[in-house]
């Protein structure tokens, strides 16, 4: 089956920029979308279909994808991102959905 | 205002069964997909199932096939997860979430515990 894999965690200086991989098989086959999830909340969308960027969400976020390797960039990071972040493709053999394992983004 | 409001989660013994609801406001449930996706204590996030929109197919992660099921209730616009044969692994915050186009989740409702104790 399909598999995702993301750094456990990521450390970025405010005003700096933050980039959180997803590695996958051909990932870029694939649309990839991304998640943020803050402390005893639901998912929310940040990113869908590799770049495209939900009403709402801050043009700081976005996304790439390329070969084995799905990007999602966060520039001029603020305290307020941290959280944490899913990617998530089909499974087009499956059709199930599979998420990446998530990556804690912490921001000092 | 778009919503999903989960709710049916309690603490139960293995074996035993739930049924979780998912209400949807603000949109026309009969028209979009629906996903259950659950999240156990301190893990990510994983996909359980779904059903379709007119109720006639679903489908699950290998772990819950046979075990789980979901339904669809369009005159209350609820979507229904049957827990059966409950394990400790089971254990998770279990979200409703609409799926769109190519396959991500745009409204996720705020999630309903899960909890398989001895």
């Known amino acids: 089956s399909y598999a995702l894999t993301q750094a456990p965690s990521v450390s970025v200086a405010p005003g700096k920029t933050a980039r959180i991989t997803c590695t996958g098989d051909?990932?870029?086959?694939?649309?990839v979308h991304w998640y943020q999830q803050k402390p005893g909340q639901a998912p929310i969308l940040v990113i869908y279909?590799?770049?495209g960027r939900p009403s709402g969400i801050p043009e700081r976020f976005s996304g790439s994808n390329s070969a084995d390797t799905a990007t999602l960039t966060i520039s001029s990071a603020e305290v307020g991102d941290e959280a944490d972040y899913f990617c998530?493709?089909?499974?087009?053999?499956?059709?199930?959905?599979?998420f990446g394992g998530g990556t804690k983004l912490t921001v000092l | 205002q778009e919503q999903l409001v989960e709710s049916g989660g309690g603490v139960v013994q293995p074996g035993e069964s739930l049924r979780l609801s998912c209400a949807a406001s603000?949109?026309?449930?009969?028209?979009?997909?629906l996903h259950w996706v659950r999240q156990a204590p301190g893990k990510g996030l994983e996909w359980v199932g779904r059903?379709?929109?007119?109720?006639?197919?679903?489908d699950f992660t290998d772990s819950v096939k046979g075990r789980f099921t979901s339904s669809r209730g369009d005159s209350k616009n609820t979507l229904y997860l049957r827990l059966d044969t409950l394990r400790p692994e089971d254990t998770a915050v279990y979200y409703c979430?609409?799926?769109?186009?190519?396959?991500?989740?745009?409204?996720w409702g705020r999630g309903t515990l899960v909890a398989v104790s001895s």
């Open positions: 051909h990932i870029s086959t694939k649309s």
């Open positions: 998530q493709v089909v499974d087009t053999s499956s059709t199930y959905r599979i």
């Open positions: 279909d590799d770049n």
């Open positions: 979430a609409r799926h769109r186009g190519s396959g991500y989740f745009d409204l």
């Open positions: 059903v379709s929109t007119d109720g006639s197919y679903e």
């Open positions: 603000g949109f026309n449930f009969r028209k979009n997909s």
